[in-house]
DNA sequence: GACCAGGCACATC
DNA sequence: GATGTGCATGGT
């Protein structure tokens, strides 16, 4: 279905805010945990849980792989729901560890979807995390979606109330450019327009998208 | 004090 | 297959 609003609004944010240069994050490993901590939690209170592993030590598979359950409960405990969240964490540090080469995660000689499976096998990366991670610390061409993304869609595009996952992702895809760096930048840019507020008393991310985007061009 | 934040797994029906 | 619930801190 052409959906030629889709890319206009992309246009239309990128000449308001600009390029974001996302992901906010010194390596491709600090992207990858930044992606599980992130989950349901604000991104300032992850920011705490990042330094709180910086100050602990090098933030590298190896370092956390060492730290005990307290200590990494502890430092990751301001981005919220660390027990759970130290769990996850240590199932993406044993994949990770497992699948390096030269300090990366090895992805050549798999095609993308099985790449994108073999991530979605891990406990506590969904969807979003997987793509996330395949976006941002790999630069492979998928679309991320999330919430603000789903009511821009819904609210903004009219395209109703779209559940599934990927049947949003691929309208998202179907009138994009297939180019990981308009991906990267779109996504960046609606949490961008999301958090920026429209100054009245009050806005909040409901708030701008709802009006969205007559209050992200009004900023 | 309610609501939200760059979700996910699991239980239950 | 759809819906509900636990996970937990911090800002508004």
Redesign the pocket.
């Known amino acids: 279905m052409r959906q030629p609003q889709l890319l206009a609004a992309y246009e239309q944010l990128h000449a308001a805010y600009g390029p974001q240069h996302?992901?906010?994050g010194d390596s491709p490993w600090e992207i990858g945990i930044?992606?599980v901590l992130?989950?349901?939690?604000?991104?300032?209170?992850v920011e705490?849980a990042i330094a709180a592993l910086k100050a602990s030590g090098p933030l590298t598979p190896a370092v956390m792989a060492a730290m005990t359950d307290a200590e990494l409960e502890t430092a990751i405990?301001?981005s919220?729901?660390?027990?759970?969240?130290t769990r996850r964490l240590r199932a993406f540090t044993a994949w990770w560890q497992s699948n390096t080469a030269a300090d990366r995660p090895v992805w050549n000689g798999r095609n993308l979807p099985e790449f994108r499976r073999d991530l979605l096998a891990?406990?506590?990366?969904?969807?979003?995390?997987?793509d996330?991670i395949l976006l941002?610390c790999f630069n492979l061409p998928v679309f991320v979606i999330?919430?603000?993304t789903r009511r821009l869609a819904e609210r903004h595009f009219g395209l109703g109330r779209i559940d599934d996952y990927h049947h949003l992702q691929q309208i998202f895809m179907d009138n994009l450019p297939t180019d990981p760096a308009i991906y990267n930048e779109y996504h960046a840019l609606i949490?961008r327009a999301?958090?920026e507020g429209c100054r009245k008393s009050g806005c909040?991310?409901?708030c701008v998208l709802k009006n969205f985007p007559e209050t992200v061009l009004r900023s």
């Open positions: 996302w992901w906010p930044g992606a992130t989950q349901n939690t604000s991104w300032t209170n705490k405990m301001p919220g729901f660390f027990r759970l969240k891990i406990n506590g990366i969904g969807p979003e995390t997987a996330s941002y999330d919430a603000y949490v999301a958090k909040n991310a409901e």
